[in-house]
């Protein structure tokens, strides 16, 4: 019967020569939701609305190489926009690096998400229900939404992951020399992957919310999550340490599972970096977050962990040489990241510690989750006591001898990926004063790269974090676990003030360390927005760094803030492939607050988010392709994200051109008409120099068609304010979000109007105190924006 | 004279990036002193000045700015540098403008530029953070062609997807660094 359920081959024996062939057994679907015109869309289903999104935002390219090196006719040179040898253009060109930028990022989401089914089937069964709670009945708005499926156990996310690795295999495709010569199509292909990876992270996060009993809207979830330690102080070196480092957190759980059942969990620290460490959170209590990306060379550096735990994505390549330098085991339990180690899977585990801790082997890997926590806990055990009063922060004596020794010759600064001047703070160490030193601790991205260009050798990343520990060994802050989907009830208590404007949008910092300033600004965001208002929806390293810094009553953001999705509330979703449930978040809004189908209905909706869900991401740090693929995703869908400085090197943004009429006409759904409306959103994907630049930005980017006067009035509120708190201006093109004096703060009404008469030269009834002449549309109540014909309800 | 003497950026007869891995291609701009330059952008039919946040570094360099600001230059003010015009109380011809959006419209021949009255042929690039700055110099090099935009960096690094720039300064030169500005000040004739 199991057979038959599968699909298989089978015989009757009394029949000679009839052999039965059976496919896929389709069981009988419940009728949830008529389907939608595009369900499981492959490259070219949604292209339209592609294209409209790239006439009005079209793509902006800045090489950061100017040769084309990928066929043996090159290399090409581009520069100017000249042809390579296969008749590809510079632009085109671009467009290929970013699809393959989003190809690379897409995959990772994608085969973390498959290597977590395989392993939770394997453990659990494909019967494992996904079952929310009683607060969330659209478990998987984006399943149902690209898919067109509803998915009851984690069984059903085989037909979606397959869908998503054939449209992989599609689009890499796309990038061999001789196939797509168009940068548009490229692009188009870029959000199709960048889509994809969207569905690939909810899969992923699904499956293992399921499968650990991760919070939701159970008891003890949603906004109640409990606080984690965070920081680089909280783990106890005294005790056993356990490191773990990637985004797969089965191995991690299971070292979890281990200390509890072997009543160890009092005994041995578990602590993390990156994403694996936010969900171990969500199934270990006792976990502690020591990092987010950024400073992993200086965690391991640091010599805290007694054994390594690496499992895949945002693991440093040079980690094997790392651990050996301080005599901690790791090992290896993802088959992509594997770092030449032996594959002990399976083998004894007597024998496997003995090795690790005798130091025969610097690793090991083990390919089955399972058997992690075993040799993990009981390596650290022995290897701790190993390793009592080894120290790998510089002595007093080393650091001056290092900061004395720069000759200040400037190659560290070249190759700093933030320019640092370290050599001027060695200047001023030697003199006496390493404050300018330990500041940098927090502004480095910790990459390394300075330590191999020294002259003299010097150790500049331990010279920078001995400077700066004893910051850094008290460094503790508080962070809520991540608490998974956003609440269908929560979705309809907020949905109207979201789309009316007068929650004035959901700010979603999100991604990588590769900040221009430090974790600081991080702090800095998710402060001034939550203080305003808006609803602030953290994922990943971001969600990670802003807790690291206290206001004057020692509280950080998370104590300070709710932690429901409502306006003032600073919610850690989760990891990275949490951030698929912000995605959710707005697409909820259209079902659930707007009654939209959601069934294989991806372009009505994205068209209803673009225009009416004030929601805008930010990636401070971006570093990564998963960054490039995570941010393309949120554009296809209608959601803009502003990055940080080193955003511009991912080589290209979608910025529109509030001059262009022709590129602002939307269609009033009631009866046809086209309406020439403001610049919202104005950019789907730009780049700021500084936060100061950022947070206006971000404001203005919350600004959508569909505002209501008050909703508007609301939001111009925090974009001029933003801009004259940090710019010392009033913004340039604030008037063009004007309608009517209803739109303009109450408190600021008699002043702006002047500033419209002064300055645009608008036409005031001052007597009414109205706007008679002056703005790009009159404020209509009723206006229902689309920029799809098929939507026009009746036709003028 | 100015470069890193010790960072090996003469050794080959090549000036290194500042970022020393940004080597874009076969196409690298000229490194020139300050009287060049200046003569360079004393050519421009119709130049802009766009500055960024490292103005705010210290207000000498703002007073450079304002200066070639005083020449007839307009001056596109991005990152959060037009704070630091607002406190000077010098804001007659700057506008903010966010670098990437005013990029993507330099790279338009039918922009209508920050006065309307059509785009420039010429942009000069100072305060900006290096790798911000350098991408929107690839993107000028790379598409406006045109008609033809000539960029010049006129920051402390050398830059090498513009036209001409200053070498890499070390801080320890700052004082010459500051002599090269008032020099390229003096000699931009408009």
């Known amino acids: ?796 | 004279m100015y470069s890193y003497e010790d960072a090996g950026g003469d050794k080959m007869g090549m000036e290194i990036p500042f970022d020393v891995a940004n080597v874009p291609g076969p196409e690298t701009g000229r490194i020139a002193p300050p009287e060049v330059i200046g003569s360079y952008i004393s050519s421009a039919k119709k130049p802009l000045l766009v500055v960024g946040s490292e103005l705010l570094w210290a207000d000498f360099f703002l007073d450079i700015a304002i200066e070639i600001g005083k020449k007839g230059i307009p001056i596109a003010a991005t990152g959060h540098s037009i704070k630091g015009f607002v406190e000077k109380e010098y804001t007659e011809n700057v506008t903010y403008y966010n670098l990437h959006g005013l990029t993507n419209c330099l790279r338009d021949p039918n922009w209508k530029g920050l006065d309307g009255g059509g785009n420039y042929d010429f942009v000069i690039f100072y305060g900006i953070l290096y790798y911000y700055a350098s991408q929107m110099l690839s993107c000028i090099k790379n598409f406006a062609t045109e008609p033809l935009m000539r960029a010049v960096s006129i920051d402390r690094y050398y830059h090498p997807n513009a036209r001409m720039s200053f070498t890499n300064i070390s801080p320890r030169m700052e004082a010459e660094y500051k002599d090269m500005l008032r020099k390229l000040v003096v000699s931009i004739k408009r």
């Open chain 1, 1 to 796: 019967m199991e057979e038959i359920k599968k699909g298989g081959i089978f015989t009757i024996s009394e029949l000679q020569n009839v052999r039965i062939n059976i496919g896929e057994i389709i069981e009988e679907e419940e009728e949830w939701e008529p389907m939608g015109p595009h369900p499981m869309p492959r490259i070219a289903t949604l292209r339209d609305w592609d294209f409209k999104l790239l006439n009005r935002y079209k793509p902006f390219y800045a090489p950061l190489c100017d040769m084309c090196c990928l066929c043996t006719y090159g290399k090409c040179d581009l520069t100017g926009n000249k042809k390579g040898a296969c008749g590809i253009r510079m632009d085109a060109q671009q467009g290929r690096i970013v699809l393959l930028a989003c190809l690379i990022g897409c995959s990772a989401h994608c085969a973390h998400g498959r290597h977590l089914l395989h392993d939770m089937i394997k453990k659990f069964g494909r019967d494992v229900p996904i079952d929310f709670g009683p607060e969330v009945n659209i478990e998987a708005p984006l399943t149902r939404l690209v898919c067109g499926i509803k998915p009851k156990t984690i069984g059903d996310y085989d037909k979606v992951l397959s869908y998503v690795e054939e449209q992989i295999v599609q689009l890499a495709d796309a990038l061999h020399t001789g196939q797509e010569g168009s940068h548009l199509d490229f692009e188009s292909k870029a959000l199709h992957m960048g889509m994809l990876d969207s569905l690939s992270k909810e899969a992923a996060d699904i499956i293992q919310i399921a499968c650990y009993h991760m919070p939701t809207s159970y008891e003890g979830g949603g906004p109640d999550v409990p606080m984690v330690d965070v920081g680089m102080g909280t783990i106890d070196t005294t005790k056993p340490v356990v490191l773990v480092i990637g985004h797969n957190v089965p191995p991690a759980a299971d070292i979890g599972a281990y200390l509890v059942e072997n009543g160890l969990d009092d005994k041995v620290e578990l602590g993390g970096i990156c994403c694996t460490s936010i969900d171990t959170t969500r199934v270990y209590s006792k976990a502690k977050l020591v990092s987010a990306l950024g400073r992993q060379l200086r965690v391991l550096r640091a010599g805290i962990a007694d054994v390594v735990v690496i499992d895949e994505q945002c693991i440093r390549a040079d980690v094997l040489e790392l651990c050996q330098h301080t005599q901690s085991p790791i090992i290896a339990t993802n088959d992509k990241a594997m770092h030449g180690l032996v594959d002990r899977t399976d083998d004894d585990p007597d024998k496997i510690v003995n090795d690790l801790v005798s130091g025969r082997v610097p690793g090991v890997a083990i390919l089955e989750p399972d058997q992690v926590g075993e040799v993990s806990v009981r390596t650290a055990l022995e290897v701790d006591k190993k390793r009592k009063g080894l120290s790998f922060i510089l002595s007093d004596d080393e650091f001056k001898r290092y900061v004395n020794d720069c000759i200040q010759c400037g190659s560290c600064t070249l190759a700093c990926p933030n320019g640092l001047r370290i050599g001027e703070a060695n200047k001023s160490a030697a003199a006496g004063n390493i404050k300018p030193l330990a500041d940098l601790f927090d502004i480095c991205v910790g990459c390394g790269r300075c330590e191999q260009v020294c002259k003299k050798h010097i150790p500049i990343v331990d010279v920078v974090t001995k400077a700066a520990y004893p910051e850094v060994k008290e460094e503790k802050g508080k962070m809520r676990v991540g608490r998974g989907p956003v609440w269908d009830s929560e979705i309809r208590e907020v949905g109207a003030p979201l789309v009316l404007g007068t929650i004035p949008g959901i700010i979603a910092p999100i991604g990588c360390g590769n900040y221009p300033n430090g974790t600081k600004e991080v702090q800095l965001i998710v402060k001034e927005f939550a203080e305003r208002n808006y609803i602030v929806t953290l994922t990943g390293c971001m969600a990670i760094d802003c807790a690291l810094w206290k206001d004057e009553e020692g509280k950080t953001v998370y104590e300070q803030h709710h932690g429901r999705f409502d306006a003032g509330g600073v919610l850690n979703i989760g990891s990275c492939v949490s951030n698929a449930h912000i995605h959710g978040a707005a697409i909820k809004v259209a079902g659930i607050f707007a009654g939209r189908p959601l069934r294989g209905n991806y372009e009505e909706i994205a068209d209803y988010i673009v225009s009416r869900v004030g929601a805008c991401g930010v990636a401070w740090g971006a570093m990564s392709q998963k960054a490039a693929s995570i941010a393309t995703g949120f554009n296809r869908l209608g959601v803009p994200a502003v990055v940080g400085p080193h955003g511009v090197k991912y080589r290209r943004a979608f910025m529109s051109r509030p001059d262009r009429k022709e590129d602002w006409t939307l269609i009033d759904a009631t009866d046809g008409s086209k309406v020439y409306v403001e610049p919202g959103p104005q950019d789907l994907l730009v780049a700021c120099e500084t936060v100061e630049e950022a947070l206006p930005m971000m404001a203005k980017l919350c600004i959508r068609p569909s505002d209501t006067d008050r909703g508007r009035s609301i939001k111009l509120t925090h974009y001029i304010d933003l801009s004259l708190k940090y710019l010392n201006i009033y913004p340039p093109d604030w008037h063009l979000f004007v309608r009517a004096a209803s739109d303009l703060p109450i408190a600021m009404r008699n002043e702006l109007l002047k500033k419209l008469e002064d300055e645009q030269g608008w036409k005031i009834d001052w007597k009414m105190k109205k706007i008679v002449e002056g703005p790009i549309r009159a404020y209509n109540p009723s206006f229902n924006p689309t920029n799809l014909e098929r939507l026009i309800r009746r036709k003028k």
